[in-house]
Structure formats: structure tokens, C-alpha cells
T-cell receptor, first 111, second 115 residues
Framework: GQNIDQPTEMTATEGAIVQINCTYQ??????LFWYQQHAGEAPTFLSYNVLDGLEEKGRFSSFLSRSKGYSYLLLKELQMKDSASYLCAWGAAGATNKLIFGTGTLLAVQP | GAGVSQSPSNKVTEKGKDVELRCDPI?????LYWYRQSLGQGLEFLIYFQGNSAPDKSGLPSDRFSAERTGGSVSTLTIQRTQQEDSAVYLCASSSPTDGNSPLHFGNGTRLTVT
């Protein structure tokens, strides 16, 4: 199967921390990606995990557990500009390197 | 170019007409992808090019959809006899030679509306 699930919407407060979860089921796996997409704009790459554990990049961190088919994106010190959709995607094993995307989580950051 | 460029940014067409969408990838990127994003849906994979060949066309929804790439650069996605369900944002992405770590760089997309 190629299922990937993430919450549809989340709301958080400026300055706070938010965790966006993603679960997936796949028979071939080549890493887990997170993208950010502001309304009407192109998705932009945030992070990539291929091994278990936490990858930290400034205010954003991403975690992967391959055995559990689970990832999360952690956003710290939230800013209003972080209001966007966050897309979880797993990389298909094989030559294409294509990504299979979830439906995205729309994050609203409130003052 | 600096990024992936797509044209037109918006296209309104009548049901039954053909449309062509263009993608100009980042210079030097050999891999090129087309995705479709419908309202409330995730990005749906359509087709993958490596150079000028398309080893994975598994996401094309019907034989009305086709794509080509010439010179290892520009790609066009053609939709024949458009239907209202074809209305969506069509996104193109490119990446450097496939190695599993190379992220996809997306263009801003073409918003297609079929009336």
C-alpha cells in the first residue's frame, strides 16, 4: 500500500511549539520528506530523514521511526509566517525517486 | 534559471478543448516530475522524466494526458479534450541526478480551470 496520513488542520499560538505527525505504510521506502507550502505558492523543501532519529535545523526539527512508520515535524518559537500547509511525503524506492505525498496539514498560527 | 518556471500561471479553458502546460526546470537537473494538486487533496504524482525518457508514467489518469521533454530540459504536459475534473493546480518539479537525497524543487504551478 501507499497510505500516508497526517492531520488536516492544526492551530497554535505565536511563540509556542507545535508537532505535526505523519504516519505511512509502504513496501518500499527511501526516506521521509517534509515540505512547507504557503497558499498559492510552490512547496518548498524543509527536511529529509532516512535514518531513525531526530534531525534539527534551526527552529524546525524532524523525527523518523521506520519501524513504526511514523514521523513528526516540530516547529519551535512559532511565528505568524509559519502559517502554511505542511506536507509529509515518503520517497519511493527504486530509480524514480518520486515522492508520495499526504494531503498536508494546514497550520494556523494565532497571535 | 534560478528556479523551476511554469507557464501559464493560470489557464481557463472550455470543456473539450486541448491545453498545453509548460515547465522549464532548474538548469542541470536531469530529473523532472509532474504532479497535480486538487482542492483538499494531496499532491498526486503524474509522470517522471529522466533526461528525455519517461520511465514512470503510472500516474497519468487517462490517455487524454501526455507529456514530453526535449533536449533534457523543457517539458510540456498536454491534456486533450479537457473535462471539468481536470481542474487543478499542475505542479512541475526537478531534481539533480537521482540519489535518494536530492529534494524536489517545485515551480509555482499552473492553475487550470475547465468551464
Amino acid at each position: 500500500g501507499q497510505n500516508i496520513d497526517q492531520p488536516t488542520e492544526m492551530t497554535a499560538t505565536e511563540g509556542a511549539i507545535v508537532q505535526i505527525n505523519c504516519t505511512y505504510q509502504t513496501s518500499g521506502f527511501n526516506g521521509l520528506f517534509w515540505y512547507q507550502q504557503h497558499a498559492g505558492e510552490a512547496p518548498t523543501f524543509l527536511s529529509y530523514n532516512v535514518l531513525d532519529g531526530l534531525e534539527e535545523k534551526g527552529r524546525f526539527s524532524s523525527f523518523l521511526s521506520r519501524s513504526k512508520g511514523y514521523s513528526y515535524l516540530l516547529l519551535k518559537e512559532l511565528q505568524m509566517k509559519d502559517s502554511a500547509s505542511y506536507l509529509c511525503a515518503w520517497g519511493a524506492a527504486g530509480a524514480t525517486n518520486k515522492l508520495i505525498f499526504g494531503t498536508g496539514t494546514l497550520l494556523a498560527v494565532q497571535p | 534559471g534560478a528556479g523551476v518556471s511554469q507557464s501559464p500561471s493560470n489557464k481557463v479553458t472550455e470543456k473539450g478543448k486541448d491545453v498545453e502546460l509548460r515547465c522549464d526546470p532548474i538548469s542541470g537537473h536531469t530529473a523532472l516530475y509532474w504532479y497535480r494538486q486538487s482542492l483538499g487533496q494531496g499532491l498526486e504524482f503524474l509522470i517522471y522524466f529522466q533526461g528525455n525518457s519517461a520511465p514512470d508514467k503510472s500516474g497519468l489518469p487517462s490517455d487524454r494526458f501526455s507529456a514530453e521533454r526535449t533536449g533534457g530540459s523543457v517539458s510540456t504536459l498536454t491534456i486533450q479534450r479537457t473535462q471539468q475534473e481536470d481542474s487543478a493546480v499542475y505542479l512541475c518539479a526537478s531534481s539533480s541526478p537521482t540519489d535518494g537525497n536530492s529534494p524536489l524543487h517545485f515551480g509555482n504551478g499552473t492553475r487550470l480551470t475547465v468551464t
